[in-house]
C-alpha cells in the first residue's frame, strides 16, 4: 500500500487567556471530503506534533456543522471564516488556523464573542412581546418585506465581519455591521415597529452606527450574504431621522 | 441629547462640515483661482473681489478656518483609530476607507503650509493677494510638486468624502444608488481635479 498522504497544518495555540500564542505543526491523516473540523478531530485523537513530540489537544468551538450556528469561526489561510464550512481539497496547504485576532482568546482556537451579544443588547435586538395577558396576533408583514428581511434573519453572529472591519479594534468602541443589521431586521418587524426608537437610540449611542467609516468589507465577507452595508446606510437614514424628531420634537418619536 | 449619544452627533457634524461648508468652499476657491488661465488682470480682479467681501474676516472664520479645523482635529483622531487591513482584505472600498485616511492628513499638512505663506503672509503685511504671490511660489519645482499633490489629495478627499456623505445621510441605500454614487464623484474628482492642475500650471509655467 503507497505511503499514508497527510496534510500539514499550522496552528496558532495558546494555552489560556492570558498566555502568549504559539504556533505549532501537525501532520494529520487525510481522507477524502475532509473539513478543517474533522482535521482538527484527527488532532484530538491523536496529539502528537509534526516533530513528534506528544502535546494538548487543540481546543475549538463548534455545534451545528452546517454553517448556521457561527460558533466554529476562526481564520483559515488569512480569511475568517467557518471551520465546518472549510474543505480540506479546496484549501492551500499548509493550512494555516488561527483564532479571529478581534476577539479575546479563551483557548486555542476558541475566542469570546461576548461584545457581540453586549452589542444586540445596546441595539436592543429583539420583540418585547411578554405581559400578563395574551396580546393576540400581531400586525401582518408585507410579503416583499419579508423577504428581504429574513435575509438579515440568517445572521449567525459568527464575528466574520467584525473581524474584518478596520473599525472595529481596540482602540474603537464601534459595535460592528451585525448588531446594526440586526436593529434593522426587528424595526422592520410590524410588531418590532412599535418600539423602533429603543433600537435607534441604542445605534446612536457610542460605539452606535456612526463609527462605521465605509470600507464595506463587512458585506464581502459575511457567509450569509446579508447585505450588510445597506442595512448600515438604512440605519444611518433612520437614526438621523430619529434624532431630528428628538431634537424639534415630533407625535412620530416612539 | 443624551450623554451617550455625544460622538453620534460630533461625527454627523464632522460630516456635514466636510461638504457644507469646507468642500463647497474648496469647489469655490479652485474655481475662483482658475481665472489665473485668463490672464493676471483676470485673477487679479476675482481674487480683489473675494478678498473685499463684506465682513470677510468673519467670513473666513467661520466658514473655512473652525469648520477645517474642527473637521481636521477630529479626522486625525477617526484616521488614527482605524486598524487598516487592506493587506488581507484587498477590496476597492477598503482602499478608498485607506486613501480617505491617507489623503485626509496629506491634506491636513498642505493646509497648514498654504494658509501659512498665502493667508497669513498676508494677514503681517509681508505679502498681497495678487498673481505675482502664486507666480513666485510655484516657479519654484519643488513647491509645484508640493501644491499637485496637496491639491489632487484634497480633492480626491473632497470627491470620495461626498461618496461617504451620501451613505452617513442614509440618501444612498441601495448597491445600485451607491455604484451610481461613484460614478458621481469620479466625475466631481476629474473636473475639480481639473480647475486646480490647471491653474498651478499657469501659475508655474505661465500657460
Ligand atoms: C479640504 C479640506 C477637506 C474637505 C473638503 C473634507 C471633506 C470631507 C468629507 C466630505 C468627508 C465625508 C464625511 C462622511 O463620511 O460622511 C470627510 C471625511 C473625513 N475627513 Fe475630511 N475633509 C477635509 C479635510 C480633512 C482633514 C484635514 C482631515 C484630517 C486628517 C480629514 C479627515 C477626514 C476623515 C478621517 C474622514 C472620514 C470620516 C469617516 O469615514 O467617518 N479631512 N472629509
Ligand atoms: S452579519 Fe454575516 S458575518 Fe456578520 S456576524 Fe452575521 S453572519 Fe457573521
Ligand atoms: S459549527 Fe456551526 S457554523 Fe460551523
Not at chain 1, 454553517?67 to 479546496?90: F, H, K, Y
Not at chain 2, 467681501?53 to 484616521?79: K, M, Q, R, S, T
Not at chain 2, 470620495?160 to 458621481?184: E, R
Request: hydrophobic fraction near 45%; include cysteine.
Amino acid at each position: 500500500m503507497a505511503e499514508q498522504k497527510t496534510v500539514t497544518f499550522i496552528i496558532t495555540r495558546q494555552d489560556g487567556p492570558d498566555s502568549a500564542p504559539y504556533e505549532e505543526t501537525f501532520e494529520v491523516p487525510y481522507r477524502t471530503n475532509m473539513n478543517v473540523i474533522s482535521g482538527l478531530m484527527e488532532i484530538r485523537k491523536n496529539p502528537v506534533n509534526a516533530k513528534g513530540e506528544k502535546t494538548t489537544p487543540v481546543q475549538w468551538d463548534m455545534n451545528c456543522l452546517e454553517e448556521v450556528c457561527g460558533a466554529c469561526s476562526m481564520v483559515i489561510n488569512g480569511t475568517p471564516r467557518q471551520s465546518c464550512a472549510a474543505l480540506v481539497d479546496e484549501l492551500e496547504t499548509p493550512i494555516r488556523l488561527a483564532p479571529m485576532a478581534t476577539f479575546p482568546v479563551v483557548r486555542d482556537l476558541i475566542v469570546d464573542r461576548e461584545r457581540m451579544f453586549d452589542a444586540l443588547k445596546q441595539v436592543k435586538a429583539w420583540i418585547p412581546i411578554d405581559g400578563t395577558h395574551d396580546l393576540g396576533p400581531g400586525p401582518r408583514m408585507p410579503e416583499k418585506k419579508r423577504q428581504w428581511a429574513y435575509e438579515l434573519s440568517k445572521c449567525m453572529t459568527c464575528g466574520v465581519c467584525l473581524e474584518a472591519c478596520p473599525n472595529v479594534n481596540d482602540k474603537s468602541d464601534f459595535i460592528g455591521p451585525a448588531a446594526i443589521s440586526q436593529a434593522r431586521l426587528f424595526n422592520s418587524h410590524p410588531t418590532g415597529d412599535m418600539n423602533k426608537s429603543e433600537r435607534l437610540e441604542g445605534l446612536m449611542e457610542d460605539g452606535g452606527v456612526s463609527g462605521c467609516g465605509n470600507s464595506q468589507n463587512c458585506v464581502q465577507v459575511c457567509p450569509k450574504g446579508i447585505p450588510l452595508t445597506t442595512s448600515i446606510a438604512a440605519m444611518n437614514r433612520a437614526t438621523n431621522i430619529q434624532a431630528f424628531k428628538n431634537f424639534f420634537g415630533s407625535d412620530n418619536a416612539h | 441629547m443624551a450623554d451617550q449619544q455625544r460622538e453620534f452627533f460630533y461625527r454627523r457634524l464632522h460630516s456635514l462640515l466636510g461638504v457644507v461648508p469646507i468642500g463647497l468652499f474648496l469647489t469655490q476657491h479652485l474655481f475662483v483661482n482658475h481665472f489665473a488661465v485668463y490672464g493676471e488682470e483676470s485673477f487679479n480682479k476675482a481674487a480683489g473681489f473675494m478678498a473685499e467681501l463684506p465682513f470677510v474676516i468673519l467670513l473666513e472664520i467661520f466658514v473655512i478656518y473652525l469648520p477645517i479645523l474642527y473637521h481636521a482635529v477630529l479626522g486625525v483622531y477617526i484616521a488614527f483609530t482605524a486598524k487598516n487591513n487592506t493587506s488581507r482584505f484587498s477590496y476597492f472600498r477598503n482602499w478608498m476607507f485607506r486613501l480617505q485616511r491617507i489623503t485626509g492628513i496629506i491634506t491636513l499638512i498642505f493646509i497648514v503650509w498654504h494658509v501659512w505663506e498665502t493667508r497669513v503672509q498676508v494677514g503681517l503685511g509681508n505679502a498681497e493677494v495678487e498673481y505675482s504671490l502664486m507666480e513666485n511660489i510655484l516657479t519654484n519645482p519643488f513647491m509645484f510638486w508640493f501644491y499637485l499633490v496637496g491639491i489632487i489629495s484634497a480633492v480626491f478627499h473632497f470627491a470620495n468624502g461626498l461618496w461617504s456623505f451620501l451613505v452617513s445621510w442614509g440618501i444612498t441605500q441601495s448597491p445600485k444608488s451607491q455604484k451610481v454614487a461613484t460614478y458621481a464623484v469620479v466625475l466631481v474628482f476629474l473636473v475639480v481635479s481639473y480647475l486646480g492642475v490647471r491653474t498651478l500650471i499657469q501659475f508655474a509655467y505661465g500657460v
